[in-house]
């Protein structure tokens, strides 16, 4: 639970091959209900590199919906209400199809109470700073529907 900040993203994505770097400084606040919103105001861009290009990454909006855990794993899932999107673009600005909205996702998480998290998705880490001394990551027994636009 509480509030955490992306140190950044890393990796290479197990579907395309691409290597993933950037994205400091996005929020996801967690609440002790299991409702987790993601805010990625002030963040850097991701980078994505895939045969010699280099694409960038930026979101808009919030992220909202319920998490869950068990076994080591995350699921999330966007409630009604959530307006994050990505946007990719060329090394040219040039950008590349439509915003696409938010999806859900399980992953696998590790956690290190009021210090560190880790969300690992399809070969990329998310690493998060805890905002706080009291955070702590999502409970193994959070199971909860997200309301309506959640906060």
């Known amino acids: 639970m509480g509030t955490w900040t992306t140190t950044g993203v ?3 994505q197990s579907a395309s091959g691409a290597s993933v770097s950037g994205g400091a ?14 805010d990625p105001t002030g963040s ?7 045969e010699g290009q280099t694409y960038t990454v930026t979101q808009a909006g919030v992220g909202s919906g319920s998490v ?3 076994g080591g794993q995350l699921t ?21 199809g439509t915003p696409a909205a938010d ?13 560190t998290m880790t969300i690992t998705e399809n070969g990329v880490t998310y690493s998060f700073t805890s905002g ?9 027994s959070a199971s909860v529907t997200a309301s309506p636009t959640p906060t």
Not at 25 to 38: A, E, P
Not at 134 to 139: L, N
Request: glycine letters at 12%.
């Open 10 to 12: 890393s990796g290479t």
């Open 25 to 38: 400084g996005q929020l996801l606040t967690i609440s002790s209900d299991g409702i987790m919103t993601i």
């Open 44 to 50: 850097q861009p991701v980078q994505l590199s895939l």
């Open 68 to 70: 869950t855990t068990s």
């Open 76 to 96: 999330y899932k966007t409630a009604e209400g959530d307006s994050l999107s990505s946007t990719i673009a060329a090394s040219d600005g040039t950008t590349i």
């Open 103 to 115: 999806e859900g996702f399980t992953a696998s998480y590790t956690c290190t109470p009021g210090q």
């Open 132 to 140: 706080n001394t009291t955070t702590q990551g999502p409970s193994p």
